[in-house]
């Protein structure tokens, strides 16, 4: 089917505020992982989902970061109270069932986030 | 310090010619070696993939070494065509925590006609 998808493409806000980025991930596919990545540099993980349940959020820099992913599909990450050092593309990647080291993490395009 | 070191940061070609990517990595122990190549306002996509035993694989015009024991790994892209300019990533999964791979920042190649 369809790709990883994001959305918005892109999220201008102010700083303070609360926002919500959304991940769909490929059909099937039971990881789901987050990632930041600023500009000119490497993604950074963020927090890797197996089915509904976070299993490993260590990549989290602090409390306003938080992401769900209630039915195993679908997944949202919530940034509250937001700085402008919050800047960069979130990016998204699922993969197979089982996850695994050998499984391909396939990318969504990211969402562009701009504090201002 | 990160755990996946590129260079060179950035390269400019001329369409035809052949260049090299390198990668320096200290993950131990590692389960595998990809690069990607990241177009701009993409997400970075998989070219090659090399498991620990492994020591080159190829995907058309890209060929991938690694030296699992001096932990180096190359990118070689052959003929190069306009559509190479991107950047492109190495990326080593760690044998335990697979999930977290971890990314170098990546070379930005520019194809130049």
């Known amino acids: 089917g369809a790709g990883v998808s994001q959305t918005p493409s892109n999220k201008v806000t102010e700083k303070g505020k609360y926002v919500e980025l959304r991940c769909d991930p490929i059909?099937?596919?039971?990881?789901l992982y987050w990632y930041r990545q600023s500009l000119g540099q490497g993604p950074e993980f963020l927090i890797y989902f197996q089915g509904t349940g976070a299993a490993d959020d260590s990549g989290l820099p602090n409390d306003r970061f938080f992401a769900v992913r209630p039915e195993g599909s679908v997944s949202t990450l919530k940034i509250q109270r937001t700085e402008r050092g919050d800047s960069a593309v979130y990016l998204c990647?699922?993969?197979?069932?089982?996850?695994?080291?050998?499984?391909?993490?396939?990318f969504g395009p990211g969402t562009r986030l701009t504090v201002l | 310090k990160n755990q996946v070191e590129q260079s060179p940061q950035s390269l400019i070609i001329l369409e035809g010619k052949n260049c090299t990517l390198q990668c320096n990595y200290t993950v131990s122990p590692f389960s595998n070696l990809r690069w990607y190549k990241q177009d701009t306002g993409r997400g970075p996509v998989s070219l090659t993939i090399m498991t620990f035993s492994e020591n080159t694989k190829s995907n058309g015009r890209y060929t991938a070494t690694l030296d699992a024991d001096t932990k180096q790994s190359s990118l070689h892209i052959t003929a190069s065509q306009l559509s190479d300019s991107a950047s492109y990533i190495c990326v080593v999964t760690p044998t335990d925590s697979w999930g977290k791979l971890q990314f170098g920042a990546g070379t930005q190649v520019v194809v130049t006609p």
């Open positions: 990647a699922s993969s197979q069932e089982g996850g695994g080291p050998y499984n391909e993490q396939f």
């Open positions: 059909s099937g596919h039971t990881a």
